[in-house]
């Protein structure tokens, strides 16, 4: 058993490396293709969250996973102002500046939403309440999704990219494995993949274009707060595979309905 668990470990870790760069550096060259909202609706995905959660499912039972999810959507909402404040910040302030203060307010407002014992009730509510202010806030922030980058790649520039996502997951997973069962939830949807992302946009294309992306992106997280609370509701009933399905199911069609309803709107 002792031997088993450094190989899941192991394979976990592989999994998020290869998950997270190759999403990052799709979703990179998709928005300077394509513009900031296809791009966000990628960035959006649960790459290096999908990932922890498969090796929670190995390591833990049903229970476990159902509760983990509730930390998982209090993450989510976190992210909503990780999201707006780098959003914010980027029109007018360097990277450090930028994540720096992003990071501050995601780790306060995981860390202050410990004082209080949450329900998956709860935690769907303050996804409810979060998400639909900072989508108004952010509004601000999106600037014209025509913008294009038009940038020539090469195996050089997306290898730097994909270590870059590498750096974040090793430092990231390390951390996990000292925490506890409620910030086991939490910390696997840590902004890894979306910080990187946005490490690469804001070198790359400048920080309103990258803040266009963290103003786009908060639509299409709502679909992953669902998707969440689909896992919490089902793990145990249907098993936690089946509720993973389910879940990055309805993350999928909530993207899909944010392409077609911007399609329809431009129509």
């Not at 995905?45 to 090796?55: V, W």
């Not at 390591?59 to 476990?64: G, L, S, T, Y």
């Not at 998956?120 to 999704?145: E, T």
């Amino acid at each position: 058993m002792s031997a088993a668990l450094p190989s899941v470990f192991w394979l976990g870790l592989a999994l998020k490396i290869v998950m997270t760069a190759g999403i990052v550096v799709a979703a990179s060259m998709v928005v300077e293709r394509s513009g900031p909202f296809i791009g966000a609706l990628i960035a959006a995905l649960p790459t290096a969250g999908s990932a922890a959660l498969i090796i929670l499912a190995v390591e833990h039972d049903a229970h476990f996973i159902a509760q983990s999810a509730i930390g998982s959507m209090l993450a989510n909402v976190a992210c909503a102002f990780f999201a707006l404040t780098y959003a914010a910040l980027a029109q007018r302030r360097g990277l450090v500046v930028s994540l720096g203060g992003a990071f501050a307010v995601w780790l306060s407002v995981v860390f202050l939403s410990r004082l209080i014992d949450w329900s998956a009730a709860m935690a769907f509510a303050a996804n409810a309440i979060v998400y639909p202010i900072a989508i108004y806030i952010g509004s601000r922030f999106r600037g014209d999704d025509r913008v294009r980058s038009r940038v020539a790649f090469t195996a050089r520039d997306l290898a730097w990219r994909a270590g870059v996502v590498t750096l974040c997951v090793v430092v990231v997973t390390g951390l996990s494995s000292s925490i506890g069962s409620y910030f086991s939830g939490v910390f696997a949807f840590f902004p890894v993949a979306m910080s990187s992302f946005f490490i690469i946009l804001h070198t790359r294309a400048g920080g309103p274009v990258a803040a266009s992306v963290g103003a786009h992106v908060l639509a299409p997280l709502i679909g992953l707060g669902l998707g969440l609370f689909a896992v919490h509701l089902l793990a145990e009933p249907l098993g936690v595979w089946w509720s993973y399905l389910i879940g990055l199911a309805i993350g999928v069609a909530w993207n899909g309905l944010l392409w077609g309803w911007k399609n329809r709107r431009r129509d």
